[in-house]
């Protein structure tokens, strides 16, 4: 084996990196040791936790984008896309199917999540493509989530 390869780090003990944690919106158990040795410090695992869904607020000089989409989105960087023009938000949903998609923005629709959204963008699709789903199949389950979708907005708005 040449070095660098992943059996080496393996054999070296260092800790494989794309090991997750059981609930992934939680802090690690390191933070919740490290918050109970400092003292004076309440270890709360409720105002620790990241926001499960994006945080829009109404701009009247800045468009808000919501991009949504499978794992093929994880390495977008909403920071980056952040314009003076626009604020974008990101949600990646691994192993998402376009059924997925469609169920997730009806949910974050429902409950007022996306109030502020002006732009939907969807990437989507490459996950029904590798379970080889018809064509025929994914065309109708396109136009049944941008119908839903469509559907949704309209109602709460």
Same mark, same amino acid.
């Given at each position: 084996?040449?070095?660098?390869?992943?059996s %080496?780090?393996?054999?070296?003990g /260092?800790?494989c =990196?794309t090991? &997750?944690? $059981?609930t992934? %919106?939680?802090?690690g158990?390191? /933070?919740?040791? =490290?918050?109970? &040795?400092? $003292?004076?410090?309440?270890?709360?695992?409720?105002? /620790?936790?990241?926001?499960?869904?994006?945080?829009?607020?109404?701009n009247n000089?800045?468009k808000? /984008?919501?991009?949504?989409?499978?794992?093929?989105l994880k390495?977008?960087?909403?920071?980056?896309?952040t314009t003076d023009?626009?604020?974008t938000?990101?949600?990646?949903?691994?192993?998402g199917?376009?059924?997925?998609i469609?169920?997730?923005?009806?949910?974050?629709?429902?409950?007022?999540k996306?109030?502020?959204v002006?732009?939907?963008?969807?990437?989507?699709?490459?996950?029904?493509?590798?379970d080889?789903?018809?064509?025929?199949?994914?065309?109708?389950d396109?136009?049944n989530?941008?119908?839903?979708?469509?559907?949704?907005?309209?109602?709460?708005?």
């Amino acid at each position: 084996m040449t070095p660098g390869t992943y059996s %080496n780090a393996v054999k070296s003990g /260092l800790q494989c =990196r794309t090991r &997750q944690s $059981p609930t992934p %919106n939680t802090p690690g158990p390191f /933070l919740r040791q =490290r918050c109970e &040795q400092i $003292p004076n410090v309440e270890y709360d695992e409720r105002k /620790l936790e990241r926001p499960k869904f994006p945080l829009f607020q109404r701009n009247n000089d800045k468009k808000n /984008l919501f991009l949504i989409g499978s794992s093929t989105l994880k390495r977008m960087s909403a920071r980056k896309m952040t314009t003076d023009k626009i604020t974008t938000k990101v949600k990646t949903i691994r192993g998402g199917r376009i059924r997925d998609i469609e169920d997730c923005l009806i949910e974050y629709i429902s409950e007022g999540k996306l109030d502020y959204v002006d732009v939907i963008a969807v990437h989507v699709g490459t996950n029904n493509v590798s379970d080889r789903d018809s064509v025929h199949t994914i065309i109708n389950d396109y136009r049944n989530l941008i119908y839903t979708v469509k559907q949704s907005l309209t109602e709460n708005n």
